[in-house]
């Protein structure tokens, strides 16, 4: 099936960038930027997962605790996904858009007043679960705006969530750093007030998405929930979704803290967690602007059916060689080619659904972060058998889950028309 409303076949000297700014009225510019930037500063939450070692010596937490801290916020994400798409048909996305902005400064605003492991538990749910929210509702408000340019628009926004896992590794590394040189402060001191600053910050952003003075609000679109327009094949390719959302939460959480096991006998200074974690998200940053530069329909079927198929078979590969090069390579490689896949895969099903879009980023939302949940809590368990020697072993299966996703991805792409 083609796309509808694609690219002239000789398009203008311009940027994508530019094109898209072209395509979008002056009077959204400002809550483009910030629906951009108010996704990337609402996934701070992930420094949660690189803090690892020292937040589960700091409140006195057993491995399977803190499995749980970094997984808290899997399963509420997932019911803010779909509750976020039935809100957006029937107010619009950018009301629903605001609202969960401000779910995310009162998450944040929890964690940065979570003196007690209990009240930094709840804040680091409602701030991941509300920040899944943000994520689905803001790609059907975008792909409102820039109607023959889903794929591009998408990996522009992927590749902006990939420039927050590139910056804030590095910034709790650095905090890191600096507790280890001063270990008389307590770590509290580093947690805590960037917490607080995120909160005040979204909670700002929130205010910009506000009604302006007669401007009409958004009609309900009346679409079911119940089917995807496009039947069993948008149906698997939200399956792959699924399996690569999964997965990509399984590492988010586990890669940090295998790398700081016990499982490796010497380890370059280089394979910090904060500083691979960082080099993983940079390569998803770059792949998908990458693709957000290319013409709508270029490498469309192969950008559909071959990334985390390649991708899941690198990082296995390097996780085999049971090395913290081998696994550090692995990953940043591997997610290099498999990040291709999810814009390329939103893209069409953008296109397939239409209205029924924001519903099926509602399903892809709540999908991975119960499937996330469940493969976490898979790893936590394994890994407690296994002990820290052997921790590297549960990034195994996600790099199995991605393999499998690939393969589905094949059998739905070939030998048919996407």
Same mark, same amino acid.
């Not at 590492?251 to 394979?271: D, G, H, I, N, Y």
């Not at 559909?304 to 085999?320: E, R």
């Given at each position: 099936?083609?796309?509808?409303?694609?690219?002239?076949?000789?398009?203008?000297?311009?940027?994508?960038?530019?094109?898209?700014?072209?395509?979008?009225?002056?009077?959204?510019?400002? !809550?483009?930027?910030?629906?951009?930037?108010?996704?990337?500063?609402?996934?701070?939450?992930?420094?949660?997962?690189?803090?690892?070692?020292? =937040?589960?010596?700091?409140?006195? =937490?057993?491995?399977?605790?803190?499995? =749980?801290?970094?997984?808290?916020?899997?399963?509420?994400?997932?019911?803010?996904?779909?509750?976020?798409?039935?809100?957006?048909?029937?107010?619009?996305? !950018?009301?629903?858009?605001?609202?969960?902005?401000?779910?995310?400064?009162?998450?944040?605003?929890?964690?940065?007043?979570?003196?007690?492991?209990?009240?930094?538990?709840?804040?680091?749910? =409602?701030?991941?679960?509300?920040?899944?929210?943000?994520?689905?509702?803001?790609?059907?408000?975008?792909?409102?705006?820039?109607?023959?340019?889903?794929?591009? #628009?998408?990996?522009?926004?992927?590749?902006?969530?990939?420039?927050?896992?590139?910056?804030?590794?590095?910034?709790?590394?650095?905090?890191?750093? +600096?507790?280890?040189?001063n270990p008389e402060v307590a770590f509290g001191w580093f947690l805590y007030p960037p917490f607080a600053l995120i909160a005040v910050l979204t909670l700002f952003g929130a205010a910009l998405f506000r009604r302006r003075?007669?401007?009409?609000?958004?009609?309900?679109?009346?679409?079911?929930?119940?089917?995807?327009?496009?039947?069993?094949?948008?149906?698997?390719?939200?399956?792959?979704?699924?399996?690569?959302?999964?997965? %990509?939460?399984? +590492?988010?959480?586990?890669?940090? !803290? #295998?790398?700081?096991?016990?499982?490796? $006998?010497?380890?370059?200074?280089?394979?910090?967690?904060?500083?691979?974690?960082?080099?993983?998200?940079?390569?998803?940053?770059?792949?998908?602007?990458?693709?957000?530069?290319?013409?709508?329909?270029?490498?469309?079927?192969?950008?559909?059916?071959?990334?985390?198929?390649?991708?899941?078979?690198?990082?296995?590969?390097?996780?085999?060689?049971?090395?913290?090069?081998?696994?550090?390579?692995?990953?940043?490689?591997?997610?290099?080619?498999?990040?291709?896949?999810?814009?390329?895969?939103?893209?069409?099903?953008?296109?397939? $659904?239409?209205?029924?879009?924001?519903?099926?980023?509602?399903?892809?939302?709540?999908?991975?972060?119960?499937?996330?949940?469940?493969?976490?809590?898979?790893?936590?368990?394994?890994? %407690?058998?296994?002990?820290?020697?052997?921790?590297?072993?549960?990034?195994?299966?996600?790099?199995?889950?991605?393999?499998?996703?690939?393969?589905?991805?094949?059998?739905? #792409?070939?030998?048919?028309r996407a």
């Amino acid at each position: 099936m083609d796309h509808p409303g694609l690219a002239p076949t000789h398009p203008p000297r311009i940027s994508a960038h530019e094109q898209l700014g072209r395509s979008a009225k002056p009077a959204h510019t400002l !809550r483009v930027t910030a629906a951009f930037v108010m996704t990337l500063l609402a996934g701070y939450g992930q420094v949660l997962a690189i803090f690892g070692a020292t =937040l589960q010596a700091y409140y006195g =937490l057993t491995l399977r605790q803190l499995g =749980l801290t970094l997984s808290v916020g899997m399963i509420p994400a997932g019911i803010a996904a779909i509750l976020a798409g039935a809100a957006t048909a029937g107010w619009g996305p !950018r009301a629903v858009l605001r609202w969960c902005l401000v779910g995310v400064a009162i998450g944040a605003a929890l964690v940065a007043a979570g003196q007690r492991w209990g009240v930094m538990l709840m804040g680091a749910a =409602l701030l991941n679960g509300f920040y899944n929210a943000v994520y689905v509702v803001s790609q059907p408000y975008l792909t409102s705006l820039f109607p023959t340019q889903q794929r591009r #628009v998408l990996a522009l926004y992927l590749a902006t969530i990939a420039a927050a896992g590139v910056l804030f590794p590095l910034l709790a590394q650095w905090l890191l750093s +600096v507790h280890a040189r001063n270990p008389e402060v307590a770590f509290g001191w580093f947690l805590y007030p960037p917490f607080a600053l995120i909160a005040v910050l979204t909670l700002f952003g929130a205010a910009l998405f506000r009604r302006r003075p007669g401007e009409t609000p958004t009609a309900p679109t009346h679409v079911s929930a119940r089917t995807l327009h496009g039947g069993g094949r948008s149906a698997l390719l939200l399956a792959v979704l699924i399996l690569i959302g999964s997965a %990509d939460n399984a +590492v988010s959480v586990w890669l940090p !803290r #295998v790398l700081q096991s016990s499982s490796f $006998e010497t380890f370059s200074r280089l394979m910090k967690p904060g500083y691979v974690m960082a080099a993983f998200c940079l390569t998803y940053m770059i792949a998908r602007t990458g693709l957000s530069l290319l013409r709508e329909q270029t490498g469309r079927r192969l950008f559909l059916a071959l990334p985390a198929l390649l991708g899941g078979c690198v990082f296995l590969a390097g996780v085999m060689l049971h090395t913290g090069a081998g696994i550090a390579a692995g990953v940043i490689l591997g997610s290099f080619i498999w990040s291709l896949q999810v814009p390329a895969t939103l893209g069409m099903l953008s296109v397939r $659904e239409g209205p029924r879009f924001g519903w099926a980023v509602a399903l892809f939302g709540v999908g991975a972060s119960i499937g996330g949940f469940a493969v976490t809590q898979a790893m936590s368990s394994i890994g %407690d058998r296994l002990g820290d020697l052997q921790l590297w072993r549960i990034l195994l299966i996600p790099g199995a889950i991605y393999v499998t996703a690939g393969v589905t991805a094949a059998a739905c #792409v070939c030998g048919r028309r996407a």
